[in-house]
């Protein structure tokens, strides 16, 4: 009997993928198909987030009432995140208090971060050489400082133009060629992990 | 009043947060963890009611209300679609919501394949064969050696980085190990590889400058809230 | 040439796609591609299955976060590599003391993520060992899904974190708490600005088209490494095509 | 009705028959009736449950009750060893193993499970795993063959064939007293068995029986069953006691037998019945014992608690002096605000200067649409980016529509708006010609749909108010319909689905595609802007530009405000890395033993 549903989800996903594969290549024929699956698609992309917001709570509830360690942490988040969802619903997405709570709560956090990530990439970038000493790590560790000195105007000094020449050569040729040959390689890989699941072959979904 | 209360209340709390997060450089302790823990509470919170109002709300239930018959091949489906979605939320009836889950990768899985192939390989593809393009050339003719220089070196690196992620290799002779092609081991490998350590390096340093901004912006908010309350 | 491209774009997106279909399909029905045979070795894959031994000897826990990026976008591809790592992490580290957790910051990658755990440990007669709290959705938002990951790393003893899916910049702070923390990172993406954060600050980076070649090296089935096998073809036939058309376009003034 | 028992050779016959249907000995010896019908009273479906039972006394070995003597259970043993599933059949050969997983296996030999065991437990050892039968299995294969052993394990309760661990196991049957054997009463241990064993043992009695009566007629029993009976040795050789007057036993084990001796049932019965104490006997070593075991088993399955990490590290102190480093001089720059930098010059950037052409061309109160897409994280350097170009819109009278392809993007741009209208210029007269039309779902997939029509992709903006029908964006029909796309943009992904979905309708219609991309997106942009043909028209690289852009404009921003701080900031970064780099490779070369981490 399960083989028989696993059947059945692998010929929806089959046929799905399918239809809105052929809306690419199709568009005047197939093109309005393709809108409406893709507008279904996101629509229940909103229901998933919704089963995300509860799988999200469970997984704090429960580290919560079985008292794993730091579970205090669990029922802040479980706090912050129910008065969140109350005060926007109430006053609305653009409402005084829900953009009160975005811009004085997640806005100074979130810049906050990136300003410790700041920390994080030199701490990164001088560890390099001693974790993989190569030719092109160091290649790397140059072409990073070039780039940095280059970006802007050097304090007190100003424009250098030896600097920005080096910028445009760098970053306009040399990287512009890497770039593009990394997005094809990505893109073939993604051109074979996607048509592994029109095949049939992976089945995330439970098949 | 009580509007220019709440903005300085809401400065303050985001003064203390920007120090819990800061504190973070220092090591892991309990001011950050509960900053990351309200941080996870208000963003999830909020983008889930920005969905729910965006989609749910407007591209779903006010047609079904204001008009039900109209759009009805979007409305009716993707609701039924979205409440049997529902069961992915009890790990009981989870089995159930598989077929849903189907239609959404599949959908996802041809997205995917549609956007590499009609969103990268072709584009990519038409503005690498334009490098050597005279149609593209100055019109004066001035810089046409640099610009076919540019032009070819673009290509070459575009070609030996293609070319260093080869899998496959096969065993060279009697008794050597298995390895890819002298030319690709030899000469487009290291190549590649070269032009993307450089790659890297100008995105990486982007990704730094752009954490160097946040972090001047958060010293300045800081020292900012310390001279006004001073 | 450009004008053949606007005009017929689409159909040489289709053969395209069915090129690619029909060389897997060759490949896998030639069975020329035995597993783990013919592939030049990835240091990253190659420390990450000596890590999962350590893991399940040591008692530890493997961390696998799939990133933010959405199922029904660009960035399923990753995603979907993501899942097929994971499904091959579990299988090899079930019987550890503390089976494996996956964190992702996309509601539908959680819901994929639990089904692949459980269909996992079915297929291990174990169903019971399965805990539907190990595939979690961290937070919504790429920044809140980091900052929902890093405790996971920091609290869980984790040995080695495999970060394989969509991130950006901010993927420094997970091995950041992966390197306070003192575990293994292994790390690839299809956002080439999170691969060159990665190439710098994790101790084995997956880069360029590496992560897609999880599957094959982790032993995902041999459709895995056939799929390797057509891109290794596609590859030489894209190299190919540009070379004639750059010169075709030099020689006759852009046709 | 009961069947009725065959004396001879045990098999059941109807009531009614008189003599025994298979070997026709005579079934009417005043066999055992039971005192009451027990059988018309019990349910139907006890009724055929029962009948069932007296008739194949089947006890499941999990059924078989804890207090059987050991001369009983060793019976159930044997049933047990017949019910043992038969073991599967050998799955096919596993796939050929990676070269690396059969190295990883080779280190774990696998012992077997039963080779210390003791020996009633490893009898019931599980029969050695099968690894999997499924095309998947390869360099799991080491682990599958443990898992399933130490599934078993992990599983605590002992696999069926495995005798629960009960000290019953141990008791000594307690040996009937002479006077009660003699009885032949039920009161003994076997009083409170079952009815089937009550059958067995009336069975055997009845065997036994069979001498006493020695003056019942013989039957002729067919060839193959004389050739079954006993040696004439195991006869009784002295001479029995003539009992054929003596009265028939009515009931318990002994039923149908005569002359049973001498006691009186009725007071026997009468004496309350013996209490048999289930109190261990055990003593304390071997409780000590018993509770180690048990420890033991306890701690199994928990996971074993690891030695937490050193805080103070190498690592940790270098990394605190890396941050000092670079937070110090950037303090230094803020706190003194000054203004000794030059800001960038915006001809040495072509789209810097695209975009500040393409603001000044715009006609009065053109539509322009603004996407904010960026990472709430990106604002400190996206809002010092975006501000001098919004700004010289403004300036121009142009009328914005505000959208974004995520779920933050709306209260962000909200945000950004009221930053504007702080400015000291709009303090007393703010910017109100906006509309905020929200959140575009479906990341590319909804950029797809709002170049198809902007209309229906955002029908409401988000106050609720359909801002098209009326009002400035009035005119907009499709998206080529405004005068500026400007994406301000932190990902390259969302870049490059804006190039990818709405570019090519822009293109057709000759509208215009620009965008202010963050530092870390703009590498990836710039190909649009200096490829041919140009995708993105205009282009502002993160803070640097926006610093370029406020020198053209000749306008006093965000940009200027820390562009001193900023470009330090970038110098000093530069000389951390190349003293970090320099030290740490140092240290690991001064200390060449420790395995650098």
Redesign the interface.
């Known amino acids: 009997m399960k083989t028989i549903f696993s059947l059945i989800n692998v010929v929806i996903a089959i046929a799905a993928g399918a239809l809105v594969f052929l809306g690419y290549v199709f568009p005047d024929l197939l093109g309005g198909m393709r ?1 409406i699956l ?2 279904w ?2 629509i229940l ?2 229901f998933a987030l919704l089963v995300g917001i509860l799988n999200l709570m469970q997984a704090h509830w429960r580290k919560v009432t079985t008292k794993q360690p730091k579970a205090v942490y669990s029922l802040v988040v479980l706090a912050s995140l129910v008065a969140t969802l109350l005060v926007t619903a109430l006053s ?3 409402g005084k208090w ?2 009160w709570i ?2 004085n709560l ?2 100074p956090i ?2 906050s ?3 410790v990530l ?2 994080v990439l ?2 990164a ?7 993989r ?1 190569t030719w092109y790590t160091g290649m790397f ?1 140059v072409t ?2 070039l780039v ?2 280059s ?6 000094i ?2 250098v133009s030896l600097l ?1 020449s080096l910028h445009s050569l760098i ?2 040729i040399l ?2 060629a890497g ?2 040959g990394l997005l094809l390689g990505v893109a073939l890989g993604t051109i074979a992990a996607g048509l592994r699941v029109l095949m049939g072959a992976d089945r995330p979904y439970g098949g | 009043m009580q509007t220019g209360l709440a903005d300085i209340f809401g400065l303050i709390i985001g003064f203390l947060l920007t120090l819990m997060v800061l504190s973070y ?3 892991d302790n309990f001011l950050f963890r509960l900053a990351m823990a309200i941080f996870v509470g208000v ?1 999830s919170g ?2 889930a009611v ?2 729910i ?3 749910l709300w ?2 779903l239930i006010v047609p079904l209300l204001t008009n039900p018959t109209a759009n009805l091949a979007l409305t009716i489906p993707s609701a039924l679609l979205g409440i049997w979605l529902l069961t992915k939320g009890s790990s009981r009836l989870a089995r159930f919501g598989n077929p849903v889950l189907a239609f959404l990768v599949g959908v996802g899985a041809a ?1 995917a394949v549609g ?1 590499a192939i ?3 390989i072709l ?1 990519q593809f038409n ?1 690498s064969t ?1 490098l050597l ?1 005279l ?2 050339a100055s019109p004066d003719g001035a810089g046409l050696v640099s610009w076919f220089i540019k032009g070819l070196v673009i290509l070459v690196g575009t070609l030996v980085t293609l070319a260093y992620f080869h899998f496959g290799v096969r065993s060279q002779g009697e008794g050597s190990l298995p390895q890819r092609h002298p030319l690709i081991e030899n000469f487009l490998a290291p190549a590649g590889q070269a032009f993307i350590a450089v ?1 890297f390096g ?2 990486f ?6 954490a ?9 908010f800081v ?1 900012d809230i310390i001279l006004r309350f001073l | 040439m450009s004008a053949l491209l606007d005009a017929y774009g689409n159909i040489l997106g289709l053969l395209l796609a069915l090129l690619c279909l029909g060389l897997i399909i060759l490949f896998v029905a030639t069975g020329r591609n ?4 013919n592939l030049r070795e990835i240091p990253a894959f ?1 420390r990450f ?2 890590e999962v ?1 350590l893991a ?1 000897e ?3 826990r493997l961390h696998i976060s799939l990133g933010h990026g ?1 199922i ?4 399923a591809g990753s995603a979907l590599v993501g899942l097929t790592m994971l499904d ?1 992490c579990a ?2 580290a ?2 550890s ?2 089976p494996p957790v996956a964190t992702s910051g996309d509601p539908l990658l959680a819901i994929l993520s639990q089904d692949t755990l459980r269909g996992t440990y079915h ?4 169903e019971r ?1 399965y805990d539907p709290s190990s595939g979690r959705l961290s937070g ?4 809140s899904f980091t900052a929902g990951a890093i405790p996971v790393i920091h609290d869980e ?1 984790i040995s080695a974190n495999i970060l394989a899916g ?1 991130f ?3 993927v420094a702070l997970l091995t950041e708490a992966g ?1 306070r ?2 575990s293994l990172t292994v790390g690839g993406s299809d ?3 999170a691969q060159a954060v990665l190439y710098a600050s994790a101790q084995e980076p997956l880069i360029g088209e590496e992560l897609y070649a999880g599957g094959a090296y ?5 459709i895995h490494a056939a799929s390797l096998r057509m891109q290794d073809i596609l590859r030489w036939l894209l190299i190919a095509l540009i070379l004639i058309g750059a010169l075709f376009k030099l020689f006759t003034g852009g046709g | 009705m009961t069947d009725i028992l065959c004396p001879v050779c045990g098999k059941p016959n109807p009531p009614e028959a008189e003599t025994c249907q298979f070997c026709q000995a005579p079934l009417k010896t005043s066999a055992f009736t039971p005192d009451f019908d027990e059988e018309s009273d019990l349910p139907d479906w006890l009724r055929s449950l029962n009948a069932d039972q007296n008739a194949f006394p089947v006890t499941s070995p999990a059924e078989e009750p804890s207090n059987v003597p050991d001369w009983l259970s060793s019976i159930g043993g044997e049933t047990k060893e017949k019910e043992q599933p038969p073991s599967e059949a050998p799955a096919e050969p596993a ?2 193993q ?4 059969t190295d ?1 296996t080779k280190d774990q030999p696998v012992e077997p499970l039963s080779a210390d065991l003791p020996v009633w437990l490893s009898e019931q050892a599980p029969a050695p795993a099968t690894p ?1 039968s ?3 299995q ?3 294969d080491g ?2 063959s ?3 052993a ?2 078993q394990q ?1 599983e605590g309760e002992p696999s069926p064939s495995v005798p629960a661990f009960t000290f019953d196991a141990f008791e000594e049957p307690e040996k009937p007293t002479a006077s009660e054997s003699e009885s032949g009463d039920m009161e003994g241990p076997l009083s409170t068995l079952p009815d089937w064993v009550a059958d067995v043992t009336a069975e055997e009695s009845e065997a036994e029986g069979g001498e006493d009566e020695a003056a019942l007629a013989p039957a002729q029993l067919p060839s193959w069953l004389e050739a079954m009976r006993p040696a004439e040795s195991d006869q009784p050789s002295t001479p029995t006691e003539d009992l054929s007057g003596a009265s028939a036993e009515s009931s318990g084990p002994l039923i149908g037998l005569r002359g049973v001796l001498s006691a009186e049932p009725i007071n026997i019965r009468m004496r309350r019945a013996a209490a048999y104490s289930l109190k261990l006997r055990v003593t304390d070593e071997q409780k000590q014992r018993v509770a180690l075991l048990e420890q033991l088993l306890a701690d199994e ?1 928990k ?2 608690a ?1 030695p937490a ?1 050193p ?1 103070i590290t190498a ?2 102190v ?3 002096l ?2 000092l480093a ?2 110090l001089p ?2 230094w720059a ?2 003194s605000n000054g203004r ?6 915006a001809s ?1 950037r072509p789209g810097v200067m695209a975009m500040y052409n393409l603001v000044e061309r715009l006609p009065a109160d053109a539509p322009v649409l603004v996407a904010f897409d960026y ?7 996206m ?2 980016a975006a501000s001098a170009v919004l700004e010289h819109l403004l300036g121009r009278g142009a009328s914005l529509a505000l959208v974004s392809t ?3 993007g ?3 741009a ?2 950004f708006m009221a930053n504007l209208n702080q400015q000291p210029e709009r303090v007393n007269n703010p910017y109100t010609n906006y509309a ?1 039309l ?2 575009i ?6 950029l ?2 709002l170049a ?1 029509s902007p209309r229906q992709s955002l ?2 903006d ?2 609720g108010v359909d801002v098209w029908a009326s009002g400035p964006l009035s005119s907009v029909n499709g998206i080529a319909d405004f005068s500026l796309v400007l994406v301000l943009v ?4 969302t870049a ?2 804006w190039v ?1 979905q709405v570019g090519p309708t822009l293109r057709q219609d000759g509208a215009v595609l620009a965008m202010v991309a ?7 942009v ?2 649009y802007f ?3 043909p140009r995708q993105v028209e205009a282009l502002i690289s ?3 530009g926006g ?1 370029a852009y406020e020198n053209a404009s000749a306008s006093n921003g965000p940009a200027r ?11 000093v ?2 000389f ?3 003293v ?2 320099a ?3 140092t ?2 070369a001064l200390l060449p033993g420790k395995k ?1 981490k």
Do not use: C
């Open positions: 809108a893709l507008q698609a996101i992309a909103a609305g997405p653009a829900s953009l975005y811009n997640q806005v979130e810049i971060l990136l300003a700041a920390i030199a701490y970038a001088a560890r390099l050489m001693r974790r000493m560790l990073v400082l940095l000195l970006t802007a105007p050097l304090y007190l100003g424009e920005n970053v306009d990287a512009v770039a593009r | 450089i220092i090591g963003a909020y983008a920005l969905v109002y965006n989609v407007y591209q997205t956007g009609f969103g990268t584009p503005a334009n393009n149609q593209y790659t100008v995105l340093a982007g990704v730094y400058a752009a160097l901004g946040a972090l001047i912006d958060r010293v300045r020292l | 035995k597993p783990g045979r190659q299955r000596r031994g399940v040591s008692g530890k959405g029904n976008e660009i960035p091959r299988r090899a079930s019987i003391d503390r297929d291990l007669n174990a060992l919504l938002t790429p920044l003893q969509h950006g910049g901010e390197e923390s003192g956002n080439i600005t982790l032993g995902a089935g041999s | 796939q050929e990676p070269d690396w997983l990883l999997l499924d095309e998947k390869d360099w799991t682990w599958t443990g898992e399933q130490a599934e992990a399955p996971p074993k690891l990490a805080v690592q940790y270098f990394r605190l890396i941050a670079l937070l950037v303090i803020v706190a000794l930098t030059p800001l960038p010059d040495a990472e709430a994280g990106y604002s400190g350097e809002d010092a995520s779920a933050t709306p209260a962000l909200e945000r905020n929200g959140y779902p479906g990341g590319s997939i909804g797809y749909s198809k029908p409401y988000l106050q932190s990902d390259p992904e490059r689905a990818e963050s530092a870390q997106t703009a590498p990836l710039q190909p200096s490829g041919n993160g803070l640097a610093g405000r820390v562009w001193d701080a900023y470009s330090l900031g970038l110098v970064s530069v951390v890395i190349l970090g780099t030290l740490d490779v240290y690991k650098g």
